[in-house]
């Protein structure tokens, strides 16, 4: 049996031959193609340097001034690959990349969801600066020092000595108090007198007492309002500032402020009363309180 393999030589023979001619043929389009991508490399590290000096000026963020600097060059880079494979006429190409890109953008955007919003949130706190490093700020049940921001990831050092890191989310959705930014924090003391004391007595007293206190803002007036009938008390609320926002200061200040009411109290025979607790065990199974004093007083009689 003869095999004719000219036949079969000769078809991939026109194929190499076509392949050469097409090379040749795109030879100037190749070239204005690596030109294109050499000359958008160039411009997108420019535009790197350049966006990182412009950033610098609205965040303090390393992270996130670079981030947005390789942004700009990443997609600097892909917009002249395109158009280099434009001018190639790969236009199915280009079609299938921008089909790709999309799928995947959409596939991972499903399944980091909660890790795209807490980075997101990040980089929206560090342009909007809500609270800085050295800030002390409270978020729900934590309050404590800022010492880092990322991207991700919030950390405060709580005054019991805890490292506490927070979803960037849940900062910029939640309420966040900022001790810090207006460098001023106020100290409310709830105080209670009994019905028996004179009130403009306890005011003055309560007044002369946290005013010579060392621990307090002395530029700031300190002011006292009386707010309800309690229970078992008049009750007011005494109000002065704190030297500094720290929450040492903070404390300092209310410490001196107790101990200073109660030593001035005592002084002038004012009296804070507490509730007085009776237990009687005359449910099922004891006795009646009336029973016990009635008998230990027969005691007393006999004896």
């Known amino acids: 049996m003869e095999v004719n393999v000219e036949k079969p030589f000769k078809l991939v023979s026109d194929k190499v031959e076509g392949w050469i001619t097409d090379l040749i043929a795109m030879l100037p389009n190749l070239v204005v193609a690596i030109v294109i991508v050499i000359l958008f490399y160039v411009l997108a590290?420019?535009?790197?340097?350049?966006?990182?000096n412009l950033f610098r000026r609205f965040s303090a963020n390393l992270a996130v001034n670079s981030l947005f600097a390789n942004i700009i060059f990443i997609a600097l880079l892909i917009t002249g690959t395109f158009i280099a494979l434009g001018v190639l006429q790969l236009t199915t190409a280009v079609t299938s990349l921008l089909a790709g890109v999309g799928i995947v953008g959409l596939a991972l955007g499903f399944a980091f969801q909660d890790i795209a919003a807490n980075f997101i949130s990040g980089i929206l706190i560090a342009f909007q600066q809500p609270f800085r490093v050295g800030d002390i700020i409270e978020n729900n049940d934590y309050m404590g020092t800022v010492t880092d921001i990322s991207l991700r990831i919030t950390t405060i050092n709580t005054f019991q000595g805890l490292e506490v890191l927070i979803p960037n989310k849940n900062l910029f959705q939640d309420i966040v108090v900022n001790y810090t930014r207006t460098n001023e924090r106020r100290v409310d003391l709830d105080v209670g007198v009994s019905y028996g004391?004179?009130?403009a007595k306890v005011k003055k007293v309560t007044l002369e007492a946290v005013s010579k206190l060392d621990s307090i803002d002395k530029s700031r007036d300190v002011t006292l309002f009386f707010k309800e009938f309690g229970d078992s008390s008049i009750n007011f609320s005494v109000r002065f500032w704190a030297k500094s926002p720290r929450q040492p200061d903070y404390l300092a200040a209310l410490s001196d402020a107790v101990m200073a009411i109660q030593i001035a109290y005592n002084e002038n025979d004012i009296m804070i009363p507490f509730p007085?607790?009776?237990l009687d065990f005359g449910i099922k199974g004891g006795e009646k309180l009336s029973e016990m004093v009635l008998q230990h007083s027969n005691g007393k009689e006999k004896s």
């Open 45 to 52: 590290r420019l535009a790197r340097g350049a966006a990182s």
């Open 197 to 199: 004391d004179d009130l």
């Open 276 to 278: 007085i607790r009776t």
